[in-house]
């Protein structure tokens, strides 16, 4: 089994930056497509970066040019560099982790293993 667990969460104010880490144990994921998703208050969970195995990334569009997603397979671990956050990044973001998905792939059911989660708010 694949336990992911995300840290670097927390509270910061508008323009500012965060790094969110997932390490991952359990199996190495060299081969795995990893993910990032957020939850906002009320509202879906849904996709926010990823990056393949290949080092290739795809973006939501909310996000393109503000964050940037990489991983480090030494450590079996991916991140997640928030820049210029604003009010409207606030959620509670989870790290996801498959090994037949490709970063393309925006779709919860796309991605086999989560973490907890880790919250963001971005206060104004």
């Known amino acids: 089994q694949v336990q992911l667990v995300e840290s670097g969460g927390g509270l910061v104010q508008a323009g500012g930056s965060l790094r969110l880490s997932c390490a991952a144990s359990?199996?190495?994921?060299?081969?795995?497509?990893m993910g990032w998703f957020r939850q906002a208050p009320g509202k879906e969970r849904v996709f926010v970066a990823a990056i393949s195995r290949f080092g290739g990334t795809n973006y939501a569009d909310s996000v393109k040019g503000r964050f940037t997603i990489s991983r480090d397979n030494a450590k079996n671990t991916v991140y997640l560099q928030m820049s210029r956050l604003e009010p409207d990044d606030t959620a509670v973001y989870y790290c996801?982790?498959?090994?037949?998905?490709?970063?393309?792939?925006?779709?919860?059911?796309?991605?086999?293993?989560w973490g907890q989660g880790t919250q963001v708010t971005v206060s104004s």
């Open positions: 359990g199996r190495t994921l060299g081969s795995y497509t």
């Open positions: 996801t982790a498959d090994r037949f998905a490709r970063a393309t792939m925006t779709s919860l059911n796309n991605y086999d293993y």
